[in-house]
């Protein structure tokens, strides 16, 4: 609803309740319902207010991943929301139209609290004429795809999987948008799928069933120059991809994942050899006509020489540079409207999820080599594969808070409450 001074307010009650995700009635939590919650939606330019009530018996936090506001409004650690205490988030958008997402970030409980269902999308708009060319008629054309896999124990979610796992819970249920074994009914030629991976741990290789190519259209912070094809997209935890499919009447396709390509090492944590479906595309037997743009938005590139500051940060075992996460210590101090290059390296043999709260980074070089097209486009979480080096460029806008820091951290989300984290202020 839009209210008295035209600002756009939502109010969440993250809540307990029963689901049925496949299994029976099972124990979940969600925001104004049992399991998930609404997809927020809001204008480049609108002012908005989400008033946030903690009906759960533990605190929790909802923080908006890839949104740019204020560091008091983040939602991160420090600012907890007690069990039947409530918190108000307001802050005007600013950015690209983009797929975003919200989710709980208290310290130390993230994992459990988004895999027992807490998590929601955030569409951002603007005017871009691109949005209006490409499919937008949410739910029918342009659908949220929320995954994540779960591990069942009888009726019960279970955790156990976490113990002795170096990433987490790999479960072998796929959820989509909560909905075990899903289909979508497509009537038009072109489908656009939001794919946002909320899943604790597992990194998916999305694929056509058939290896069809598609469209690779938008990443974390918004659509891309143009239509990048592709015939498959990686998503780490907590990353999101718009991908536009072309069907033909009456066919049935499977949006699938499979085991990551080349040598890439993060496969072999993505459930070894398996591949999987994901969610079912069934093709009407006439088919609206669309077509595709040829071009998106422009983006003009940061620029490395402009960067005031350049920082590099080691991930390895649970340390970022060495350290774990520590609420009062500041690892970086940046200045407001300043350019910074980041060198983010992965040391170890793990994977890792690397984002920033605030910011959408464009990535410069991938061990030393120009990007591939994937990452060609705003992004605010990197599949950060064992040993490689991410060279990212970020402008910090707006918000200086000397007193309230930014996160940045891996999403995988037992490595984050397990200490790897960072925090920054804008100053
Ligand atoms: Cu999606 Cu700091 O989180
Ligand atoms: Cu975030
Ligand atoms: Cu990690």
Request: proline share 6%.
């Amino acid at each position: 609803t839009v209210d008295g001074q035209g600002r756009r307010v939502f109010e969440l009650r993250a809540q307990a309740g029963e689901s049925d995700l496949g299994h029976g009635a099972t124990r979940t939590w969600g925001y104004n319902g049992a399991y998930l919650g609404p997809t927020l939606r809001a204008k480049r330019g609108e002012q908005v207010v989400v008033n946030v009530r903690n009906s759960l018996p533990e605190a929790t936090t909802v923080h908006w991943h890839g949104m740019h506001l204020p560091a008091k409004v983040d939602g991160g650690p420090h600012h907890p929301i007690p069990a039947g205490g409530s918190f108000q988030a307001a802050w005007t958008v600013d950015q690209p139209a983009a797929t975003l997402w919200y989710h709980p970030h208290p310290s130390e409980t993230t994992e459990k609290q988004v895999y027992r269902g807490l998590a929601g999308m955030f569409i951002v708009d603007d005017d871009e004429p691109a949005q209006a060319a490409l499919p937008h008629d949410y739910g029918v054309d342009d659908v949220p795809v929320m995954v994540q896999d779960k591990d069942f124990d009888g009726d019960q979610l279970s955790m156990a999987g976490r113990f002795g796992s170096d990433i987490g819970v790999l479960g072998d249920q796929i959820l989509v948008n909560g909905t075990p074994s899903p289909y979508l009914d497509v009537h038009s030629e072109l489908v656009r799928l939001r794919l946002l991976n909320a899943s604790t741990a597992r990194i998916y290789n999305f694929r056509l069933g058939d290896g069809r190519p598609f469209a690779l259209v938008g990443t974390d912070g918004g659509l891309l120059d143009k239509p990048f094809m592709t015939d498959h997209v990686r998503l780490s935890v907590g990353e999101r991809a718009e991908i536009v499919v072309e069907m033909r009447p009456g066919e049935r396709v499977a949006l699938r994942s499979v085991q990551s390509l080349g040598g890439d090492l993060g496969s072999k944590f993505n459930g070894g050899q398996d591949a999987f479906d994901i969610l079912q595309l069934r093709a009407a037997a006439t088919l609206t006509p669309a077509a595709l743009p040829k071009t998106l938005v422009a983006t003009p590139r940061l620029d490395p020489a402009q960067a005031a500051q350049t920082r590099s940060f080691t991930f390895s075992g649970r340390e970022i540079n060495d350290r774990k996460m520590d609420m009062d210590r500041v690892d970086a101090v940046i200045v407001k409207d300043t350019v910074e290059v980041w060198n983010v390296r992965n040391g170890h043999d793990t994977p890792h999820s690397f984002h920033i709260h605030d910011v959408q980074f464009q990535v410069l070089a991938v061990d030393g080599a120009p990007p591939p097209g994937e990452l060609s486009g705003w992004k605010d979480t990197l599949y950060l594969a064992e040993g490689r080096t991410f060279r990212i460029i970020a402008r910090f806008a707006d918000y200086a808070d000397p007193t309230t820091a930014y996160m940045f951290h891996c999403h995988v989300l037992k490595h984050e409450d397990e200490g790897m984290m960072g925090q920054f202020v804008i100053v």
